[in-house]
């Protein structure tokens, strides 16, 4: 008997690894199918996305659930409450706030508020350019970049107790991170930064982009200008980077600043190197909730931090922001693999487009550096950072493949 299984099913048969896409084994065929079945347990009866755009609810439909027909989109909580939520299902929007009527459905009919963002590590490319996500993360509390309330998250930082396995996991995948310059978006040109800094400590400042005024989790320090000047004021003689969002240097988001404003503070400002060379060339980054700085605990450097992050408060970072309500709630103080373990391994998911299933974060890593790479052998790379009306054109053709759901 143990030959015939032998026979059946480790030498006749050939097994594809996932992570690296060459021979595997029955072992990693197995891991993969065990990993289809918990995800698709992670996801109730049935989830309705509210107010998402149709480019936007075509690209997540196929992460949130193997079975399609589980998943709907809707324009309104109007239209949501036509398909009778009840106790089981979730009600899904994007970012922190939700709909209008959103929450009042969720309270009324017994069904979770549940908000969705991207993961850490995305794309090759930007979200705003209508590429499609590696990683999501779905919360059932709150979002990790609003520290106004408990998100899960931080519940999960507070109290997980992680394995021997996961931390060697989230340092290898950190390893392979730092060595292969992985970022969130993957965009931008890397190379060695050659700033004049002559000696002087070189401290970058990473700007914020969006539509809100003021991120959440700020108090004294609340805009671009203002995170320039406090950085000044606590290095008088440093020289300061200052990095404009990509999404602002794109053109798909507001919060540009006045130059004349930022070359009164700032020594030099960054707009064509990566984020990842721009934190390689600098000794600290003062940030207020940017990911910059998780980038840069990442690679070992110093962050100050003028806001309430979802790496701040856990003996990291130094933080300037004082009694933060979300820093009061973060109980304990974390390794640096402990953060990565749960910021990275345990708390968003990750799609293969390829495989069209759910994948680890280091296969993920391992996909978007080769995408990375085929693009740079094509000259392709250069069109994704290609120039606003261009994007739009491509935006505009995305949007007539007659893909469905949403608006």
């Known amino acids: 008997m143990r030959e015939l299984f032998a026979a059946g099913y480790f030498h006749y048969p050939r097994y594809l690894d996932p992570v690296t896409q060459g021979r595997g084994t029955i072992f ?129 930082l507070n109290t997980a107790t992680f394995t021997p396995d996961e931390l060697h996991r989230a340092r290898e995948a950190r390893k392979f991170i730092v060595a292969n310059g992985v970022t969130k978006y993957n965009l931008e040109p890397r190379a060695r930064a050659t700033w004049p800094s002559e000696g002087r400590r070189v401290l970058l400042v990473p700007g914020r982009g969006g539509r809100r005024l003021h991120p959440p989790g700020c108090t004294d320090v609340r805009t671009n200008l203002g995170l320039l000047q406090a950085a000044r004021q606590a290095r008088p003689d440093a020289y300061i980077v200052y990095k404009p969002h990509p999404d602002v240097m794109s053109g798909n988001r507001i919060g540009r600043l006045a130059l004349d404003e930022v070359r009164r503070l700032a020594d030099h400002i960054e707009t064509n190197l990566s984020v990842v060379s721009c934190i390689d060339a600098c000794d600290e980054v003062h940030t207020m909730t940017s990911l910059t700085g998780f980038d840069a605990l990442l690679r070992g450097k110093q962050v100050v931090v003028y806001g309430q992050p979802f790496y701040a408060g856990w003996g990291l970072t130094r933080d300037v922001v004082g009694t933060g309500v979300a820093l009061a709630r973060r109980g304990r103080k974390l390794t640096l693999d402990e953060l990565v373990a749960g910021s990275l391994l345990r708390y968003p998911f990750y799609w293969d487009w390829e495989l069209n299933g759910y994948a680890t974060c280091e296969s993920v890593l391992r996909r978007i550096v080769e995408r990375r790479q085929a693009l740079e052998a094509k000259g392709g790379l250069e069109g994704l950072r290609s120039g606003f009306f261009r994007r739009q054109w491509r935006k505009a053709r995305v949007l007539t493949q007659g893909r469905t759901g949403g608006r």
């Open 28 to 156: 990693h065929a197995i891991d993969w199918l065990v990993r289809q079945r918990a995800m698709a347990a992670r996801t109730p009866c049935r989830l309705i996305g509210v107010g998402f755009r149709r480019w936007k609810a075509a690209n997540l439909q196929p992460m949130l659930a193997l079975d399609r027909a589980r998943v709907t989109f809707v324009d309104t909580a109007a239209d949501a409450a036509r398909l009778q939520p009840g106790a089981g299902d979730w009600l899904l929007h994007w970012g922190a706030t939700p709909p209008a009527g959103v929450a009042e459905l969720a309270a009324a009919s017994g069904a979770g508020q549940v908000r969705m963002e991207d993961g850490y590590v995305r794309s090759v490319g930007l979200g705003s350019d209508l590429i499609r996500p590696h990683s999501l993360v779905l919360d059932t509390r709150g979002i990790y970049f609003d520290p106004s309330r408990p998100s899960d998250l931080e519940e999960l």
